[in-house]
């Protein structure tokens, strides 16, 4: 295949999965047709089956993007410099971009909890990539030191969950009854927490 | 009312939410009717609207007396000796009683994301009523001096949030290979986590 014809082919597939996650997260997974993520993302619905054999597919490797994309550059810095500036300002930007896409992130965990069908492919492609390339990012700096020696499993797990739950509540409290902090106030407290825990004497 | 019709009202209350809950989990909201739930409760048809004016109403009342469950008596020991034990205990008795539960869990969390309509009574019934009492919770222990000051209601959010990710982990995972360590290594190394954080001078 031509360079140019791979280009065209990846910038496809990037377009149909983003027009899918879209339209999926606002109508439901089963109200959205093929044609209208087709329509959607400017290719012919033919194209879309050349890349995901079934729906179902598109949903999945739409939900691998989905946290490729969260996992970006900037998470790479948690926490090089085993600072607390370093450390609040990547989860600033984490939170950030997740209430930006709330809605995709409310619905691909609703059909994952929800469509139990879906539930294998989802855990492959979702949850055991994220928590594996945490897991790889807290080894790498517990080897460098800014980390204690820890269950990387287990701080993965609880690291990801406390951003799930800021991420929902942000989504259900529409009158910022619970969400009235700044993003600021509430990364700066994130970071205190994991970086000095809960105990008096490191007030 | 005479104290012993009350007691039975009381009772009736009980059996028909365990009975909701129960039948919601396995086969859905829309799947269970009220003649089903008040069957298994032992129960007539027409009690169950006295107590609860839709299938609706019975939902969230049933996720609200599953919080409080949840939050029985050996969660209001957190931390009050502000020790490593007594934390890991902690965690390790919540972790239990939530992954014995856990498919109602994930049954909740699933409509409370898919459902637009009952979102915002299940933010009240649950969301808001379990944070209220964790934070609750923490502002008496800064008080008393087992817990560093913090903001409650982030401290609180992070630690619901890491508690959630591995009871769902747990139901997603069935052939254990995310969550191979046993209950007391990840509930000894969430203590430590929440205790201490991930600062290398604290290993």
Redesign the interface.
Known sequence: MSEKRQQRKAEHRRRILEAALDLFARQGFHRTSTRQIARRAGVAEGTIFNHFPTKKDLLVAAAGQAVDEYLGEDLEALPKA?TLDVLRETFRSRLELGWRHADRI??L??????NQEM?QA??EAV??RL?ERLEGLLEQRVAQ???????V???A??L???????L??AL??EER??LS?PLE??SD??A????????????
């Open positions: 085993g409310r619905f965990l609703g059909e994952l909890l929800m539930r989802y855990f949850v055991l928590t030191g800014y980390v204690r020696p820890c269950n499993r287990v701080v797990g609880a990801v969950g406390a951003f799930l739950t800021f929902l509540v259900l409290d009854r619970l902090d106030e509430i407290e994130l205190r927490l994991f970086l000095y825990g809960l105990q008096p004497q490191a007030a």
